[in-house]
């Protein structure tokens, strides 16, 4: 921060100012006393002409120029609109003073319409100073100096009780150093751990201390240690799994990190011979607990989805089914991270993801499996715990992750759409929603779940899920003594004797009836388990491309769910409820398609809304290259025709079209949730399917 100061202060620099920036500077003049004179212009008309003409998905260097200087929240809601602070030398006057009406930003250029709604907004126009961006749009780190400290925390710290301590995720620039622990004990804040991955550690600290830490420039965003939650036998069959496993794909040699309430020793999870586990490695993440066995009964589920052998299962252990898994000889790596409740939090997530990574080479782990999530807080940027997935899958691996169980969310009239969760939300992952699948069991069969949610992203508009499987009554391993054992027996599957008399008269429960996008994740996972074992040079982008491409997608535009407690949810099945479609291990096996191996061009994209036509418009992010621009790898290709101008028979309507919150009827109370400035549209504990909720009826 010296040497720029000291650069900024030489006389070639003040002639730089004075000279380039004059002209800009005064039509900006013109156009800000043009518009405070005639306060009725749009909002349209306060963003200037060559700001338009840009592509919504690029990024652009503005000046913001408000009437009165800007309040903090004015600042947040920049900012959760993607807009980073820079220090341009067109914010200062020819004193080389502030101009504190006047401030500059990196954003995404689809994002001025919206700031230019705020009355206090009289003019956004380009910044040609030649202030270089941030260094990465990815990471907090790079443009922290520029923030004020106010603008460094978090929405949802802003209103605590300051006499209550929080803990809290203090991102860094350099690193959690003792210089920046000892700043924060300064303030009378504790260091409870470090979390090397996203440069970041946790603290117990009052938020009346948070401006005063805010202000070390090495801080780079606060945030709570939020709270996480999490988030099958006829589904082997819907992805066609069961021509995978005849053709010897089962997974061997590769490690699956299954993040999430801590996995039992299931004898399914022995090898084939029941000669020793394949739980390889265990490790609790949970605070004051080292039990890495499974107190929840929610992990135990997953992992048998992902790579139960069906040893427990078939007519001689009086099931009439063998359930077996997608994966059955692949090697579990469990790291425990939540609790007995099903609840965790952001830091416990971080420290086993960053587990994950250091014992990669190990246990040859390829995926990392987390079925759980929270809502979003901010953009996905700043989120510790997208920075966190996106370093694992920067590493090498894998990620899947659910989108969350909020599809019949109703809090703002969205019909669901735009609840993805964190880390859901992050365009390098896989993100999963759930299908129901009814008899026969084939993908033709299935429809969306009603409680799968929905995108786009909220904030940053990312198109999601990415594609989807089976999800709604699955059937898989039970934890015995768990608390979803203990809670609900009636979801216990018990074998038959040979009376084919079925319950607790023929023998203990050996498995549990789940339903949830937590449970269609590890379908996925252990989807890419097989595509690793059968083609181990592969990178994440190219699995990603590969699995969304040959996804099926033949789905009917409208489908009808039932709950079991009876309610009626119409469903559409478009972009932002089945992604590229439902899940073909199959498929995916047999694809000769190969995607660049770099990481980042398999991003999901951006949708952006034309506001004059209301049109949804795919626009792509970064070394996104393979989407939509050529015959093998084009928009139709991946995500398929009817998910974009589809006609229905009946209506004569496009499918696109069918739901206004989404499709552009702005109108309606829940549209500027989905594509506005809200940044918390509900609270961290909000479960839309419950635990004690069967699903959907098959």
């Known amino acids: 921060m010296r ?85 341009s030398s067109a914010t200062r006057n020819s004193e080389n003073a502030v101009n504190k009406n006047t401030e500059s930003y990196v954003m995404p250029a689809g994002s001025l319409e919206e700031i230019a709604k705020d009355a206090n907004v009289v003019a956004i126009t380009r910044d040609d100073s030649g202030q270089a961006p941030p260094d990465s749009a990815s990471t907090p780190g790079g443009y922290a ?32 150093t003792d210089a920046n622990h000892q700043m924060v004990a300064s303030q009378g804040g504790a260091h409870v751990a470090d979390l090397a991955l996203v440069k970041g550690a946790i603290y117990s600290v009052s ?33 066609n799994d069961n021509i995978a496993f005849n053709e ?3 997974g061997t040699g590769v490690g699956v990190a299954v993040i999430d309430s801590g996995v039992y020793s299931h004898p399914d999870l022995n090898t084939y011979d029941q000669t020793s586990s394949r739980i390889v490695y265990s490790q609790s993440f949970v605070p004051g607990d080292s039990n890495t066995s499974d107190e929840y009964g929610h992990g135990t589920h ?58 990669q080479s190990t246990y040859n782990i390829r995926v990392i499996n987390l079925s759980l999530g929270r809502p979003v807080f901010e953009t996905y940027t700043m989120d510790p715990l997208d920075q966190a997935v996106e370093a694992a899958w920067s590493a090498g691996i894998v990620v899947v992750v659910a989108a969350g169980n909020s599809g019949r969310d ?58 989807v499987a089976p999800g709604n009554n699955i059937t898989s391993l039970l934890a015995p003594g768990s608390t979803l054992a203990a809670n609900y027996p009636q979801f216990d599957v018990y074998p038959c004797n040979a009376l084919g008399v079925c319950g607790a008269v023929a023998g203990s429960a050996s498995y549990f009836l789940l339903s949830g996008t937590s449970m269609a994740t590890p379908v996925v996972s252990g989807a890419v388990a097989l595509m690793l074992q059968q083609t181990p040079g592969l990178t994440p982008d190219q699995v990603k491309a590969q699995l969304m491409k040959s996804a099926y997608k033949g789905y009917q535009p409208y489908a009808q769910a039932i709950s079991r407690t009876g309610s009626i949810y119409n469903e559409q099945h478009d972009i932002f409820a089945v992604g590229a479609g439902e899940l073909n291990v199959t498929a995916a096996l047999s694809s000769t398609d190969l995607a660049p191996g770099a990481s980042g061009v398999a991003l999901s994209p951006t949708v952006t809304l034309n506001s004059a036509n209301g049109e949804v418009e795919l626009t792509f992010n970064g070394n996104a290259v393979i989407w939509g621009n050529s015959v093998i790898w084009g928009n139709s ?62």
């Open 3 to 87: 040497d720029q100061r000291l650069a900024l202060e030489t006389p070639s620099a003040r002639r730089d100012l004075r000279g380039a920036g004059w002209g800009s500077r005064f039509a900006t003049f013109l156009l800000c006393a043009l518009l405070i004179a005639n306060p009725a212009l749009a909002n349209g008309e306060k963003v200037a002409a060559n700001l338009k003409a840009v592509d919504p998905a690029s990024t652009v260097s503005v000046l913001i120029h408000f009437q009165q200087a800007p309040s903090n929240e004015e600042h947040q809601t920049i900012q959760s609109l993607g807009g980073q602070p820079t220090n």
């Open 145 to 176: 100096a520029a923030l004020q400290p106010e603008q460094k925390i978090s929405q949802d710290l802003q209103n605590l009780d300051p006499s209550k301590p929080v803990n809290v995720i203090v991102q860094y620039t350099d690193g959690p």
């Open 207 to 239: 938020p009346g201390a948070l401006r005063e830490i805010a202000k070390n420039p090495h801080v780079a965003y606060i945030t709570p240690d939020r709270q996480i939650r999490r988030s099958m036998d006829h589904y082997n069959n819907a992805v």
């Open 248 to 250: 010897g794909w089962d």
């Open 302 to 359: 997953v992992a048998g989805i992902l790579g139960g052998n069906g040893a427990s299962s078939g007519s001689s252990s009086g099931y009439a089914t063998e359930y077996q898994g997608i994966a059955p000889n692949v090697q579990i790596v469990n790291l425990r991270v939540l609790d007995q409740n099903g609840a965790g939090t952001d830091s416990n997530v971080i420290a086993a993801i960053d587990c994950a990574i250091q014992l």
């Open 410 to 467: 109703e809090t703002f009239s969205e019909l669901g759409y735009g609840t993805i969760n964190v880390p859901g939300n992050d365009p390098y992952v896989i993100t999963v929603g759930a299908t129901s699948v009814r008899s026969p069991y084939t993908d033709a069969n299935e429809q969306i779940a009603s409680y799968s949610s929905k995108g786009p992203t909220l904030i940053d508009h990312i198109a999601k899920p990415d594609l």
């Open 637 to 698: 290709v991946v995500w398929g025709n009817s998910v974009f101008s589809g006609v229905d028979s009946l209506s004569g309507l496009s499918v696109i079209w069918g739901e206004s919150v989404v499709w552009g009827n702005s109108a309606d109370s829940a549209f500027s949730v989905i594509w506005g400035q809200s940044v918390i549209w509900g609270n961290s504990g909000l479960q839309a399917l419950s635990d004690g909720d069967g699903g959907d009826t098959d």
